[in-house]
Every structure is written in structure tokens, then in C-alpha cells.
């Protein structure tokens, strides 16, 4: 975030979970946090995520 560019790894992340503005900032700390991100989605009840890294991977959640 402090420099400007997007996420070395993720190129998009998508969240889905129980408000429009939750998905919205955890789909924002993902980018931020990266593929790694998955792992604390995967333990949150209601919440699922799917992301595409830069090399064209599809990573997502096991409910989806």
C-alpha cells in the first residue's frame, strides 16, 4: 500500500461474505496480503474468496 503498486502475486481477489462492506475490505487486505490471505478466509464462517495471481493461478476457498 505505501508504495503505489498493485500486489507482487495477486492480480484479483474476490470475497464473498455477509455485508457488501465486509467483502469489500477483506477482499482489500487479501490483495494485500496475498495468497497466504486464503488460509485466514478459510477459517472465517460465511466467508469465501477466490483470487487470481499474476501467473494466471486460480486460487479459492474449499466452498467454492
Known amino acids: ?10 492480480a484479483s481477489v474476490s470475497v464473498l461474505a455477509p455485508t457488501v ?3 469489500d475490505g477483506w477482499a482489500t487486505a487479501l490483495m ?4 497466504a490471505g486464503l488460509a485466514l478466509i478459510e477459517e472465517m464462517p460465511g466467508y469465501e474468496a477466490i483470487t ?6 486460480i486460487l479459492k476457498t474449499s466452498g467454492l
Open 32 to 35: 494485500v496480503m496475498g495468497k
Open 21 to 23: 462492506m465486509l467483502a
Open 1 to 10: 500500500p505505501r508504495s503505489g503498486y498493485s500486489s507482487p502475486e495477486l
Open 52 to 57: 487470481v495471481t499474476k501467473q494466471t493461478e
